[in-house]
């Protein structure tokens, strides 16, 4: 945080520090994870400050999120081989690269999924996306009434 604030104030020089910093001497990994933190705290500063090629960084992250596209977001993050060690950590198959969900949500409660169904939905009716909204949410009402308006089911 500190890092960050003091890139944003424009300092010139970011000097990362290791958290074993005068408990021992860093070893690779120390190193590795103190670079990682603020090559984070800078970016957070050029966000901060409004440099627009931090912005397009975070645009291509968030775009390359919302359309599946895993090696692109492993790549486009801050420590890319960090992100393959967590996506591979619960999802290793060559199969989850081309998943349209993430292991978090899975596919029926994905939001980019839904989000984008909804524009699918939209686009095939000739509706505004606002109006697939209502459209969904009213058939989406009617069947909760007919399961028996029940929030917790046993399944």
């Known amino acids: 945080i500190g890092a960050a604030t003091i890139g944003w104030y424009g300092t ?5 520090v290791t958290p074993k910093e005068h408990l021992g001497l860093p070893n690779k990994q120390d190193v590795k994870e103190g670079i ?6 800078a970016h957070a500063a050029d966000l901060a400050k409004g440099h627009p090629g931090s912005q397009i960084r975070d645009n291509a992250l968030s775009k390359a999120r919302f359309e599946f596209r895993w090696e692109d977001q492993f790549n486009l993050g801050l420590d890319p081989d960090k ?14 690269k081309v998943a349209h969900f993430c292991s978090m949500c899975g596919p029926h409660f994905c939001s980019m999924k839904i989000t984008q169904d909804v524009r699918d939905f ?3 009716q000739g509706i505004s996306e606002i109006d697939a909204l209502k459209k969904g949410m009213e058939v989406k009402a009617v069947e909760f009434v007919k399961s028996g308006a029940e ?4 399944v």
């Open 12 to 16: 010139a020089m970011l000097c990362y």
């Open 36 to 41: 990682i933190t603020y090559k984070l705290a």
């Open 83 to 96: 992100a393959k060690e967590f996506h591979d950590e619960t999802l290793p198959k060559d199969s989850a």
């Open 122 to 124: 939209a686009a095939q």
């Open 151 to 154: 929030v917790y089911r046993n």
